[in-house]
């Protein structure tokens, strides 16, 4: 398989997108729909404490599954035996 030919350093790179207004829309736009999924509605979040708070959001989530899923392995199988006991 070939390598991919790197750019030499003195080629053109392409504009950074971030500095367009167009795509600068597009981010704060997907910014405040991240803040609209957290429970907390913080609108004076900066970037990073936004990104901060969302990763602190998944672990409670998967946590919480995690404690759900547990509960749901116990009471089912205290429920099988519950079963068996009457048989």
Same mark, same amino acid.
């Given at each position: ?35 609209? =999924? *957290? ?5 004076? $979040?900066?970037?990073?404490?936004? #990104?901060? @708070?969302? !990763?602190?959001?998944?672990? =409670? *989530? ?5 404690? $759900?899923?547990?509960?749901?392995? #116990?009471? @089912?199988? !205290? ?9």
């Amino acid at each position: 398989m070939a390598r991919a030919k790197r750019k030499s350093s003195n080629e053109k790179r392409p504009k950074n997108p971030v500095d367009s207004g167009e795509n600068y829309s597009s981010i704060s736009e997907k910014l405040e729909a991240l803040k609209q =999924l *957290l429970p907390s509605k913080n609108d004076e $979040l900066k970037a990073d404490d936004l #990104f901060e @708070e969302t !990763a602190d959001y998944i672990v =409670l *989530l998967r946590t919480q599954i995690f404690v $759900l899923q547990k509960l749901l392995h #116990f009471y @089912e199988n !205290a429920s099988a035996r519950s079963q068996d006991n009457h048989v």
